[in-house]
């Protein structure tokens, strides 16, 4: 994604070539991390920006939905994976190219693949039962500190993020602690799940760099096929061993979790998984921090809660670190040569 030659666009590398690395800086941009890459000026980056807003909308109505479904958390979360899977198996079935695709994946893809479902299982598992042992100020706060581990994630790898990624990263993640505040419970109960809400946010990073590791080369429909499978899978017996109903809904929760498959999974996860490859793990999960004022402001719309008064200020303090960050990801401007000496 950097440098200012066409060989070096998104849509013209290849899985096998070596990773460019943006001029004057010795960084490579190929692995969604380091800056210098992002061509905001290139028709492919401006429309993922474009599904990235779509996705932000996806998953911001996660929250009025799972609070408007009368369902156990575990068993949402399950069945969300679930459906998003049944949706998907058609598709696979129908069309050769999916199908040859899975079955050449390899045991390489196929194993990242399963990791990062096993990283989604678990971000759902910590950060649920965090919502009812501390206060959902501090589980909302500690489990979006994602994009601040994906920075330190991808520094501990050795890649070392532009100035401006880490100060646009702790500029959005405040705008987050503005709207949720922060709730300074020291009771053993609050404390522990203040930990398992800081490890959801650890899991979700893993995740999304797994993702961004396997989009290289696979595609986002068989990606998020095993990934989601094997997400459902472990749910699916965590929800069995600690006996959460998944059946005897009504009609009404039932049209919600589908409408939260079609919503929050397949038009938020999966365009997440689609528009990492491009725009990079950063600027994405610095992008998902406006779930929580978006979330808000769906409740106020929908559901006709009133947002808290720091919901617009926090709107624009996460979108100006957003910002900060895709700047931090745009190649440098290429140096004009000096003029020939005459």
């Known amino acids: 994604m950097a440098g200012t030659g066409p060989r070096n666009r998104p849509s013209q590398r290849t899985a096998t070539a070596a990773p460019p690395e943006a001029p004057g800086t010795g960084r490579t941009t190929t692995d969604g991390g380091p800056s210098g890459g992002l061509l905001l000026d290139s028709p492919q980056a ?115 993020p532009d100035r401006r990624t880490w100060i646009g990263t702790g500029v959005a993640f405040a705008g987050v602690v503005l709207l949720t505040g922060v709730d300074l419970s020291v009771s053993a109960r609050a404390l522990a799940g203040d930990a398992l809400a800081l490890a959801g946010g650890l899991a979700a990073a893993v995740y999304m760099l797994i993702g961004n590791e396997v989009r290289r080369t696979t595609s986002t429909t068989s990606y998020t096929f095993v990934c989601y499978s094997v997400t459902a899978g472990l749910l699916l017996v965590l929800c069995l061993a600690t006996g959460t109903d998944l059946a005897g809904y009504s009609t009404e929760t039932w049209i919600k979790l589908l409408l939260l498959t079609a919503t929050a999974q397949l038009l938020g996860h999966s365009l997440l998984n689609r528009v990492v490859r491009g725009l990079g793990p950063s600027v994405t999960s610095t992008a998902i921090l406006l779930e929580a004022p978006g979330a808000a402001l769906i409740a106020a719309v929908w559901l006709g809660q009133t947002p808290p008064w720091p919901a617009y200020p926090a709107l624009g303090v996460i979108l100006w670190g957003l910002a900060l960050v895709i700047r931090a990801e745009r190649p440098p401007r290429p140096v004009p040569p000096a003029p020939a000496a005459t």
């Open 46 to 160: 401006r429309f993922d920006l474009l599904l990235l807003a779509v996705a932000v909308a996806g998953i911001s109505l996660s929250g009025p939905l799972v609070a408007a479904t009368a369902a156990p958390a575990l068993a949402i979360a399950f069945w969300r994976n679930a459906m998003a899977t049944a949706s998907l198996t058609p598709v696979v079935l129908l069309r050769g190219t999916l199908r040859r695709e899975l079955a050449a994946l390899g045991r390489r893809r196929l194993l990242l693949s399963a990791a990062a479902g096993a990283t989604l299982a678990a971000h759902f598992a910590l950060w649920l039962p965090s919502l009812s042992m501390t206060s959902v100020a501090s589980s909302v706060a500690l489990v979006t500190t994602t994009p601040i581990w994906i920075t330190v994630l991808l520094w501990l790898r050795g890649h070392r």
